[in-house]
């Protein structure tokens, strides 16, 4: 059973920094692609990071890139978003997913989801 915890959230101050963990746990975890969505009140979630299995390509929404950062410890099973010069608009839950030798820039590949950790971003 295909496990994913994520840490790391909480309140920062705009301009401030956050680095997302997630954990994952009962899969080979080297051949599945690994991504980052956020969901805000009253919005639908969307795909704003993602990484290929070996972590030699990825995946930024035009609202984050040069801000955000994905990277992978295939050794750790650790999948990782650093969030630097955070805006308000940040404010979401974030969601670590998965997908089976997905295409790690198609939201629509993942079908494994952690809990959630809230970001929140005061200005």
């Known amino acids: 059973q295909v496990q994913l915890v994520e840490s790391g959230g909480g309140l920062v101050q705009a301009g401030g920094s956050l680095r997302l963990s997630c954990a994952a746990s009962?899969?080979?975890?080297?051949?599945?692609?690994m991504g980052w969505f956020r969901q805000a009140p009253g919005k639908e979630r969307n795909l704003v990071a993602g990484?290929?299995?070996?972590?030699?390509?990825?995946y930024y929404a035009d609202s984050v890139k040069g801000r955000f950062t994905i990277s992978r410890d295939n050794g750790k099973n650790t999948v990782y978003l650093q969030m630097n010069s955070l805006k308000p608009e940040d404010t979401a839950v974030y969601y670590c997913?998965?997908?089976?030798?997905?295409?790690?820039?198609?939201?629509?590949?993942?079908?494994?989801w952690g809990q959630g950790t809230q970001v929140t971003v005061s200005s």
């Open positions: 990484i290929s299995w070996t972590g030699s390509v990825t």
């Open positions: 009962g899969l080979t975890f080297s051949t599945y692609a």
């Open positions: 997913a998965a997908a089976y030798r997905g295409i790690y820039s198609r939201g629509s590949d993942y079908d494994h």
